[in-house]
């Protein structure tokens, strides 16, 4: 006989919670138990904890609501923000590098800046 899968939560369901186990959470997300837990413990999501306790075993915690927020896009603002900095960051880098290039390629040439002749200064 087939395993009969758990319904995923709804919203309501999750918001009415106050905390969440990680099965619940992982269904509600629609992703593996394993990713979840890696995620906590990784510390790369909002809406709950990974504590690593004595003889090595992991205590979850997730909050229902903080959970239904990331879920909905609405409480992720702070990590988007981190990651588009972090864009912006390599994006700059890249200019930097582009154009050190190309000053180390034209060096000692003569260089305009649209009207007028810039000549390297010795």
Same mark, same amino acid.
């Given at each position: ?17 106050? *905390? #969440?186990?990680?099965? %619940? &959470?992982?269904?509600?997300? +629609?992703?593996? !138990? ?9 510390? *790369? #999501?909002?809406?709950? %904890? &990974?504590?690593?306790?004595? +003889?090595?075993? !992991? ?64």
């Amino acid at each position: 006989m087939a395993k009969k899968t758990m319904p995923a939560p709804t919203d309501d369901e999750i918001r009415s919670m106050n *905390t #969440v186990t990680t099965a %619940v &959470a992982a269904r509600y997300l +629609g992703i593996s !138990w394993w990713r979840l837990t890696d995620l906590l413990q990784k510390g *790369t #999501v909002s809406f709950g %904890v &990974a504590n690593l306790c004595p +003889g090595g075993t !992991w205590r979850y915690t997730i909050w229902g609501e903080k959970l239904y927020k990331y879920k909905n896009g609405i409480d992720q603002s702070a990590e988007r923000q981190m990651q588009e900095l972090a864009q912006k960051a390599d994006a700059l880098a890249d200019e930097i590098r582009q154009f050190n290039a190309f000053l180390a390629r034209n060096e000692g040439e003569p260089r305009t800046n649209g009207k007028n002749t810039l000549h390297k200064v010795s």
